[in-house]
């Protein structure tokens, strides 16, 4: 089937690809320091015609080189990272597969391997029964929350629509974005999407849950879910989940639990206990991608309500799609958002397989130790500020020691400095106050604690360095 060259190319990028991977734990870059403008220069147009294999190849070798590397044990920017090189390969073998999830027939043994992981992680979760899908990320899964919630509210809608909006959904000030898109989408809007305060922790208050959802049934509202999150972006807090559960049966509310951070605490011993009453949720996010060491995507939805996605999502299909197994749980398709379904489950079951649930909590637990000591490394240092650490995030300031400089500023600059010096990259984040701060998380297995030693020492000698700036342009009196 493959002709000489595309032999060679093949090897060639195979051997490229193996480079790229080895060297990335020896170079001290994370990020390439090109412009936009000089990008552009550096990438060619498409043309009429097409380039050599030979071409390709080099093409390929320069984007490689133009790229942020998220697998970098510095790279502690974003909630994913690493390199596990059984999940690659599950999701190199994936695309080459190219199968739909939509049905049993084109994707049978990648079909029971995602209902296997449903089912392992069900467990894990602490439901006795339920049913799950691996859905194109952490958002899209919030996303079907809510299109569960109106199901199972009034399984009609789904036919009629609804034409007098009532409903109200309620996520804590620190919950993630995707419910904003996810309100949006579902024609709830986002004047509907109500975000509870959050304590200075960063959890939702349930006293002010329950009293404004008494207030907005009063008013006329129809409650219609509690979006709590199991490890929230910025301070990786967790929602109260009992007492939420509490209020949402009071009112007969779905409650989900977006986990697609936290989540990864089923897998540790630890930190289990932060997950205490995930199994009172109706849903669950949860994102393997973010602390497993998976590629992006590895995400499912996953709920106690066996057959609610079904009647959420179903639809259309069976004349040309859906034959044999019509209706039945094995064409996946039936009850997924889309038709078209990328076979994520292999590279989560590879991961899965070849470190045991022993490995995968062994490494959770390394991404706790290094939080735990990176919390204490900046505890102890005079030119930092810890400001919040809980789970694996670790948020802190830098404090100007020589000059008379606003702290959050100061932060700010020595960020896009070490950004600029691509030797590693770490978020901020602003709090409603206004505090702005490096947000350090750990989801990277392959950061080990001399990384986490050697990234303060940058950001401390940055700090350092600019503050020489500062007074060195000082005009002399
Ligand atoms: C708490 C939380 N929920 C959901 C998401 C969205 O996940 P994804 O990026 O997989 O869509 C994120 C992303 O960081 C998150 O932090």
Not at 157 to 180: C, K, L, M, P, W
Not at 247 to 265: N, P, Q, T, Y
Not at 277 to 297: C, N, Q, R, W, Y
């Amino acid at each position: 089937m493959l002709k000489m060259n595309e032999e060679k190319f093949l090897n060639d990028v195979f051997l490229t690809l193996k480079k790229y991977i080895q060297e990335t734990s020896s170079t001290d870059t994370v990020s390439p320091q090109s412009s936009i403008e000089e990008l552009k220069k550096i990438l060619p147009n498409l043309e009429k015609n097409g380039i050599s294999l030979e071409e390709t190849h080099k093409e390929l070798e320069e984007i490689l080189s133009q790229s942020v590397r998220t697998i970098h044990p510095l790279f502690l920017n974003q909630l994913f990272g690493g390199f596990d090189v059984a999940a690659w390969s599950g999701e190199v073998a994936s695309t080459l597969l190219n199968p739909t999830m939509a049905t049993r027939e084109i994707a049978p043994i990648l079909t029971l391997i995602e209902k296997r992981l449903v089912k392992e992680l069900l467990t894990l979760m602490g439901f006795e029964s339920g049913e799950g899908i691996m859905v194109t990320g952490g958002s899209n899964s919030n996303l079907l929350s809510i299109l569960c919630a109106r199901s199972h509210y009034n399984p009609a809608i789904r036919q009629t629509g609804f034409s007098h909006n009532h409903f109200r959904i309620y996520v804590s000030e620190d919950a993630h974005y995707s419910f904003d898109k996810a309100v949006n989408i579902t024609g709830i809007g986002t004047q509907n999407l109500i975000q509870v305060p959050s304590n200075p922790q960063g959890e939702m208050i349930p006293e002010e849950l329950e009293r404004i959802i008494a207030t907005d049934i009063k008013d006329g509202f129809t409650p219609l879910m509690v979006g709590a999150t199991f490890g929230t972006t910025v301070l990786g807090s967790f929602d109260p989940v009992e007492k939420i559960s509490a209020i949402c049966e009071h009112f007969k509310v779905w409650l989900h639990v977006d986990a697609a951070w936290g989540g990864g605490a089923v897998f540790s011993k630890s930190a289990r206990h932060l997950t205490r009453g995930i199994e009172l949720a109706d849903s669950v996010t949860f994102d393997a991608h973010k602390t497993m060491g998976a590629p992006l995507i590895t995400s499912f939805f996953l709920t106690k309500h066996t057959g609610i996605l079904r009647s959420t999502n179903r639809g259309g299909g069976s004349e040309y799609l859906f034959h044999e197994f019509d209706n039945s749980d094995w064409d996946t398709g039936t009850y997924s958002l889309q038709c078209g379904r990328r076979a994520d489950a292999l590279k989560m079951w590879l991961l899965w397989r070849s470190q045991g649930t022993e490995g995968l909590i062994a490494r959770t637990e390394h991404l706790l130790e290094l939080s735990r000591f990176a919390a204490h490394e900046i505890a102890l240092h005079p030119g930092f500020e810890l400001i919040h650490a809980h789970y694996l995030n670790v948020c802190f300031q830098v404090k100007p020691l020589r000059i008379k400089e606003n702290i959050n500023s100061f932060t700010l600059k020595v960020r896009k400095e070490l950004i600029a010096s691509g030797k590693a990259m770490v978020n901020y984040a602003e709090r409603a106050d206004g505090t702005i701060f490096f947000r350090l998380v750990f989801p990277n297995h392959l950061t080990k604690k001399e990384h986490v030693s050697e990234l303060l020492k940058i950001i401390s000698e940055t700090s350092a360095l600019l503050e020489q700036n500062s007074i060195s342009s000082e005009p002399l009196h």
